[in-house]
T-cell receptor, first 111, second 115 residues
Framework: QKEVEQNSGPLSVPEGAIASLNCTYS??????FFWYRQYSGKSPELIMS????GDKEDGRFTAQLNKASQYVSLLIRDSQPSDSATYLC???????????FGAGTRLAVHP | EAQVTQNPRYLITVTGKKLTVTCSQN?????MSWYRQDPGLGLRQIYYSMNVEVTDKGDVPEGYKVSRKEKRNFPLILESPSPNQTSLYFC??????????????FGPGTRLTVT
């Protein structure tokens, strides 16, 4: 069974700090990696995607991928209370459109 | 507005009473999927569809059926619902093709309670 693992948290950071969210995956053949943000009771919202080793930056968000270590992370700079949510790591595994999701990390940003 | 819609948003039903949750997307996406989300278990894929009349099982297909007769619609059918199917259900779609095209966009969710 292909797996995606995340620390469930909660990860608590002060406003303005950097939040670091981590994810490991088991399928070495995975090629596409995604981070979704989900507010309580709402649907997941895509915030970052990454396909090659290294860093990808978009505003306050940076995704990092290391395929050799089977590790993907999300950094949120200048964290705001509005960033408080559950962050889901998803990995595209196998053919077609099969996404495997981690159980999510709950982030709490306190003023 | 590009979106995925689901209906109903909330549903309370009784064991054994057949129900259908509809899903529709207006983005001309090839791929559509159904997920269920349960506390501590995260999102699990039920079924997915690569195109019209092409569907395949996800990780938790037991007790569910799907059909894809039109590109925009992908209904989820529970022929005989049971209490263990009480969950939050999401439909999602993506363009497919290149790597970037597998980014999935989710509907608002359907909260189902089976008593």
């Amino acid at each position: 069974q292909k797996e995606v693992e995340q620390n469930s948290g909660p990860l608590s950071v002060p406003e303005g700090a950097i939040a670091s969210l981590n994810c490991t995956y088991s399928d070495r053949g995975s090629q596409s990696f995604f981070w979704y943000r989900q507010y309580s009771g709402k649907s997941p919202e895509l915030i970052m995607s990454i396909y090659s080793n290294g860093d990808k930056e978009d505003g306050r968000f940076t995704a990092q991928l290391n395929k050799a270590s089977q590790y993907v992370s999300l950094l949120i700079r200048d964290s705001q209370p509005s960033d408080s949510a559950t962050y889901l790591c998803a990995v595209r595994s196998g053919g077609y459109n099969k996404l495997i999701f981690g159980a999510g990390t709950r982030l709490a940003v306190h003023p | 507005e590009a979106q995925v819609t689901q209906n109903p948003r909330y549903l309370i039903t009784v064991t054994g009473k057949k129900l259908t949750v509809t899903c529709s997307q207006n983005m001309n996406h090839e791929y559509m999927s159904w997920y269920r989300q349960d506390p501590g278990l995260g999102l699990r894929q039920i079924y997915y569809s690569m195109n019209v009349e092409v569907t395949d099982k996800g990780d938790v297909p037991e007790g569910y059926k799907v059909s894809r007769k039109e590109k925009r619609n992908f209904p989820l059918i529970l022929e005989s619902p049971s209490p263990n199917q009480t969950s939050l259900y999401f439909c999602a779609s993506s363009r497919g093709g290149s790597l970037e095209s597998y980014e999935q966009y989710f509907g608002p969710g359907t909260r189902l309670t089976v008593t």
